[in-house]
């Protein structure tokens, strides 16, 4: 069992950044492949970033690539997501997500909801214009 507890959410004008952060329970962390989802009203949650359990090979959707950063700190249980440039279009609910995944290679991170089994309570990002 994974518990995870996203911080760092708020209102920040067009153009500013916020961090978000995921703090994780669990001894085999480590061994847990981390994503980040997003919500916002009235349409279904996607897919935003994700990483593989060793911290290597960051995905992106395209939407936010070369204006996010995910990071994991596996000594702290901590995954990170650093978003620069916000925009309005980027208001959402923030879930950070977590599958075991050691089993799949150490390059393994998912893309689909369906592939996490654990899940935050989300975040609210709010990007004024």
């Known amino acids: 069992q994974v518990q995870l507890v996203e911080s760092g959410g708020g209102l920040v004008q067009a153009g500013g950044s916020l961090r978000l952060s995921c703090a994780a329970s669990?001894?085999?962390?480590?061994?847990?492949?981390m994503g980040w989802f997003r919500q916002a009203p009235g349409k279904e949650r996607e897919f935003v970033a994700a990483i593989s359990w060793s911290g290597g090979s960051p995905d992106y959707a395209d939407y936010v690539k070369g204006r996010f950063t995910i990071s994991r700190d596996n000594a702290k249980n901590m995954v990170y997501l650093q978003m620069n440039s916000l925009k309005p279009e980027d208001t959402a609910v923030y879930y950070c997500?977590?599958?075991?995944?050691?089993?799949?290679?150490?390059?393994?991170?998912?893309?689909?909801?369906?592939?996490?089994?654990?899940w935050g309570q989300g975040t609210q990002v709010t990007v004024s214009s």
């Open positions: 669990g001894r085999t962390f480590s061994s847990y492949a």
């Open positions: 997500a977590a599958v075991s995944a050691s089993w799949r290679g150490q390059s393994w991170r998912g893309r689909a909801t369906y592939e996490y089994d654990y």
